[in-house]
């Protein structure tokens, strides 16, 4: 199977640090991502991991362990306009292009 | 670079008609085209497949007759819902992957249908 999973809200402080855990069944997949969406818009991206360990990329972080089929994304410094879902999704390669899988995503409140 | 562009943004039609959405890439080759459907506070949920030149390859439970699907040109693909019902009201949102595979895939900015 290929079920992902995560929390459906978070509540968070301005200027906190928030981690918003993903867990998904460890077959098919290649590779984990990460993105944010506001209501009514696309998702937009965030990070990638394909290999276990830490990717940081400014204020974001991910973290993947594939045996474990666990990641997290970490926000830091909080600012409102973080107030958005993050979805976490599975790439999945067959023939010749892959998808992805998402889940159901998280809907983070940011708040003052 | 990669850019999908996807109109209409957003659509009412009335119950029992068509509605097209499109999305074209207008920097570069989209071989295969992803379409999904988001419901409020629901996953974007992967409907369909489409490859240039080939039949779309449809995920188990979404009816290939409603949800017509075309790829006839390397940068524009169709997706047509027949004899829309207010069901099918959702936000539908196509993506490609990205030419260089970098970071995957880019998305269009999605078309919010309405069905009355």
């Known amino acids: 199977g290929q079920n992902i999973d995560q929390p459906t809200e978070m509540t968070a402080t301005e200027g906190a640090i928030v981690q918003i855990n993903c867990t998904y069944q460890t077959s098919g997949f290649n590779g984990l991502f990460w993105y944010q969406q506001h209501a009514g818009e696309a998702p937009t991206f965030l990070s990638y991991n394909v290999l276990d360990g830490l990717e940081e990329k400014g204020r974001f972080s991910s973290f993947l362990s594939r045996s474990k089929g666990y990641s997290y994304l970490l926000l830091k410094e909080l600012q409102m306009k973080d107030s958005a879902s993050y979805l976490c999704a599975g790439g999945r390669y067959g023939g010749s292009q892959g998808n992805l899988i998402f889940g159901k995503g998280t809907k983070l409140s940011v708040k003052p | 670079g990669a850019v999908v562009s996807q109109h209409p943004s957003w659509v009412i039609c009335k119950s029992g008609t068509s509605v097209k959405i499109e999305c074209r890439s207008l920097?570069?080759?989209?071989?295969?085209m992803f379409w999904y459907r988001q419901f409020p506070k629901q996953s974007l949920m992967l409907m369909a497949t489409?490859?240039?030149?080939?039949?779309?390859?449809?995920e188990q439970g979404v009816e290939k007759d409603k949800f017509l699907i075309n790829h006839a040109s390397l940068t524009l693909s169709t997706l047509t819902v027949t004899s829309a019902h207010p069901e099918d009201s959702s936000f539908y949102i196509c993506s490609a992957p990205k030419p260089d595979r970098g970071y995957g895939y880019t998305f269009g900015s999605g078309t919010r249908l309405t069905v009355v």
């Open positions: 489409s490859n240039e030149g080939s039949k779309a390859t449809y």
């Open positions: 920097d570069f080759q989209a071989t295969t």
